[in-house]
């Protein structure tokens, strides 16, 4: 284990950035904060990255990659402004909307999936704190057990694990894990949950299906969301990863640029 990953704990910076400072440090550059900057780079997605490798999604090796996030699921969650809509003819009476807030109930959950499916969707425990931890001790060893006993013939064999720049997914402990099961990271780029597939799919898509219930406690909550969450059909996963590989593209497209919708 490095020097600073002694001294540092979970939180000390990786290999990568250790070097990069050293690299800067020999230009008389000593500072180690981030430079300014108004967004992703427009690197940060290239032609090389995705043709190259997933030939422009229609490769096998789409198969391969697994991508997950935590988010939190709340005991309450108001109907959006477009949910809450209803026809009216001119006659009718205009009626009182009242104004609600999400809940202090809350869980986070952890959901992993791939193309053909869900894996593993892992609650976080009472009073407990998404950190690197967690991450490698508790949620990963779950997922990569689903994994495993999903691809029998191949286990984590060849896996791409895509996840964003969260703190806990970038510790030093995260990448140790990752490097002994020979699991392969492919990290999303910096300021994009536009490139986020829980983002502009999962998540989403989850909650809005929630939304305007009212749970009573925790355990209901997350009952309902695995009801809501086994409701999705392998044409959904399928064409979230489809979207997927048009917004890569599309952020080559405009030079890094970011966007809500492809359309």
């Known amino acids: ?123 976080l425990e009472t009073g407990a704190t998404v950190n690197a931890s967690w991450y490698v001790n508790t949620c990963l060893p779950q997922v990569f057990k689903a994994v495993s006993e999903r691809r029998e013939t191949r286990g984590l064999r060849g896996l791409i694990f895509h996840d964003d720049n969260a703190r806990p997914h970038r510790a030093w402990i995260t990448n140790e894990f990752l490097l002994e099961n020979h699991v392969e990271q492919y990290p999303n780029p910096p300021y994009s949950p536009d490139l986020s597939s829980c983002d502009f799919f999962l998540f989403q898509k989850l909650k809005n299906q929630l939304r305007g219930i009212r749970f009573n406690d925790d355990n209901e909550m997350l009952t309902a969301l695995q009801r809501v969450i086994d409701s999705l059909t392998k044409e959904d996963f399928k064409n979230c990863f489809e979207d997927w590989f048009i917004r890569m593209h599309k952020c080559i497209d405009t030079e890094g640029h970011y966007f809500e919708k492809i359309n």
């Open 1 to 123: 284990m490095p020097v600073w990953c002694k001294q540092g704990g979970e939180q000390a910076p990786s290999d990568h950035t250790v070097f990069n400072w050293l690299r800067e440090f020999q230009r008389d550059n000593f500072s180690v904060q981030d430079a300014p900057r108004s967004g992703r780079p427009s690197t940060s997605v290239n032609e090389q990255t995705i043709d190259a490798r997933f030939e422009e999604g229609q490769s096998h090796c789409v198969f391969d990659i697994i991508t997950g996030d935590e988010s939190w699921f709340y005991h309450y969650d108001p109907e959006l402004k477009e949910q809450s809509k209803a026809w009216m003819s001119t006659t009718d009476p205009r009626p009182t909307k009242i104004h609600r807030t999400k809940s202090a109930g809350k869980r986070m959950v952890a959901i992993f999936f791939m193309k053909s499916g869900l894996i593993k969707s892992v609650p």
